[in-house]
């Protein structure tokens, strides 16, 4: 499976971006997707998830309300729209895709990752 996440760049405080993440090759029949973020000299954390159907969404405390993650299994693809940026939003964004469905805001427990996108918030 082959994660493409794109939709990165520079924005002012207060702006919105919209990230997207393309699934591409063998796709598990069901899949759990989410985001999570790497910020220079800290951990990867979560951000968003998704279940397959669609049905079940979980945030980040830092994000509740401002970021919304949203799939189209049809065309494989997940988006993430962001609002209200901050400054401390800044990061490599990451999609991961999860088997049977199911999401976890635990990096390692992800089977496949995307290669990052650049989310840069500055005034």
């Known amino acids: 499976v082959q994660l493409q996440a794109s939709g990165g760049g520079v924005v002012q405080p207060g702006g919105s971006l919209r990230l997207s993440c393309r699934a591409s090759?063998?796709?598990?029949?069901?899949?759990?997707m989410g985001w999570f973020r790497q910020a220079p000299g800290k951990e990867r954390e979560f951000v968003a998830a998704?279940?397959?159907?669609?049905?079940?969404?979980s945030y980040a405390d830092s994000v509740k309300g401002r970021f919304t993650i949203s799939r189209d299994n049809a065309k494989n693809t997940v988006d993430l729209q962001m609002i209200s940026l901050k400054l401390e939003d800044t990061a490599v964004y990451y999609c991961?895709?999860?088997?049977?469905?199911?999401?976890?805001?635990?990096?390692?427990?992800?089977?496949?990752w995307g290669q990052g996108t650049l989310v840069t918030v500055s005034s």
């Open positions: 090759g063998s796709t598990p029949i069901k899949y759990g």
């Open positions: 991961a895709a999860r088997n049977w469905g199911r999401t976890s805001i635990r990096p390692s427990e992800y089977n496949y």
């Open positions: 998704i279940r397959w159907g669609g049905d079940s969404t």
